[in-house]
């Protein structure tokens, strides 16, 4: 075991080197969540503002945790895509030469995954509390924590995608595209699904998404639901999922 902790620390400080050296990469990785913050943010305080029975309080309470989790997505469903170009490289194959265990290769690449995943969701809470962003700070706290937890799983699942799909690095893109902008749509992340047809409703009970984004919305707003809870359940079995997938990924890409 204490072999299995070294050796992830001695990944997850290799995989943070590039974050350190630039950390400009961080802000890039918010390109697409700050574009819905400020495009499609305002279009939903003018439709839905006076609909605060629907959104369970403002747009931006509702809205900005949900971002997060967008954030979160995007960057960790992403992040396989170094590991193709390790692949391309060989860089990979040099690791693999070296005595370090091959779960602590996973193990380290997707515990990296909360450091920048934390630096950018602080950047978004403090840009919008401006705008009348009002977060809980306790429950924020614990939002931040559920969203790493969720993002270790993602970045899980996306490198283990990349060990599947190997040097083909289009598949890799097709993939993560098909899959997430489903999850995304019925996540209820943009837009309230209470106002949706009902088999959406439905579908969204199989999304885990759905069950991260409301457990944000509720942390994020001081309260302690069963929400929460469920958050809680989908974000650490889609982390021991993936976990798991991945690692035996890495260590069969090892034989």
Do not use: C
């Not at 005595?99 to 978004?124: D, H, T």
């Amino acid at each position: 075991m204490s072999t299995l902790v070294r050796d992830t620390r001695i990944v997850m400080a290799r995989e943070l080197r590039p974050v350190r050296r630039d950390p400009f990469s961080v802000i890039f990785g918010m390109v697409q969540p700050l574009v819905f913050l400020g495009l499609f943010g305002p279009l939903l305080v003018g439709s839905l503002g006076g609909q605060a029975g629907v959104l369970g309080g403002s747009v931006w309470q509702w809205f900005v945790p949900a971002i997060l989790v967008m954030t979160a997505l995007f960057g960790t469903s992403a992040t396989g895509a170094n590991l193709l170009f390790e692949f391309q490289t060989g860089a990979h194959e040099r690791m693999l030469v070296t005595p370090l265990s091959r779960p602590a290769l996973l193990i380290g690449r997707a515990l990296k995954e909360m450091v920048p995943l934390a630096g950018q969701a602080v950047i978004i809470v403090l840009v919008m509390t401006p705008f009348g962003f009002r977060p809980h700070p306790g429950g924020a706290l614990i939002g931040l924590a559920l969203l790493a937890v969720f993002g270790i799983g993602l970045g899980s699942l996306s490198y283990a995608l990349a060990i599947a799909v190997r040097k083909q690095d289009w598949m890799f893109w097709a993939v993560q595209q098909t899959l997430i902008f489903p999850l995304m749509l019925l996540s209820g992340m943009l837009l309230p699904l209470e106002t949706g047809p009902s088999w959406m409703r439905v579908a969204a009970r199989f999304d885990p998404l759905a069950y991260v984004v409301d457990a944000e919305r509720a942390l994020f707003a001081g309260e302690w639901s069963a929400d929460v809870a469920w958050g809680w359940v989908a974000a650490l079995t889609t982390a021991a999922v993936g976990l798991a997938v991945g690692i035996r990924a890495m260590v069969r890409s090892a034989e």
